[in-house]
């Protein structure tokens, strides 16, 4: 069996084809096109997707954003504020007060597990140097962009956002600014 990289791509595209999945025929075709052209100009990255075109953001921050932007929709559903405002003073308030510990430590607090403070860690993670937006008008479009508007859990003692998250410090939001 032939174990150059070109040999074992073919082997894998004749696997992926024929899998009869839709998916692994996408991959299959990529890899197809690669091997195909003589030049070796056309790139793998490129025929998948993942090489930016010219003003594109690159394949890791568009699914850094995702993941962010998940764990963000979460994190609403979890809440019974009911403005984007509320929201947003939530997030700028863990950014400001508990990320900086937390983002140094190796793990994700146990006390989080469950709670609304799971999802903001989720999507400050995940969100590296993109940041966590705050503004309503951010928000909105996150909230709306290719899912319902979550429904609202109320709890057995509702709160409003002003009340510290379980395991988050509070922080008065006139004090903090």
Partial sequence: ????????????????????DADDAWVAAAIEAVLADPTGATRLDRRLGLAPGRGRRKWTSIEAAERRDEALRAFRAMLPCETLEEIGKCIDR??????????????????????????LYEAFLAAGTLGVPISP?????????????????????????EQPLKGLPHVDSAASL
């Fill in 137 to 161: 008008k951010h928000l909105r479009r996150i909230f709306r962009e290719g899912h319902e508007m979550p429904s609202f859990r109320v709890p057995a003692e509702p709160r409003s956002c």
């Fill in 1 to 20: 069996m032939t174990k150059s990289p070109a040999a074992r791509l073919r082997r894998v595209s004749r696997r992926l084809s024929a899998s009869g």
């Fill in 94 to 119: 863990y950014s400001t007060t508990v990320w900086p510990r937390d983002r140094a430590a190796k793990a994700m607090p146990a006390k989080y597990a469950g709670e609304p403070a799971q999802r």
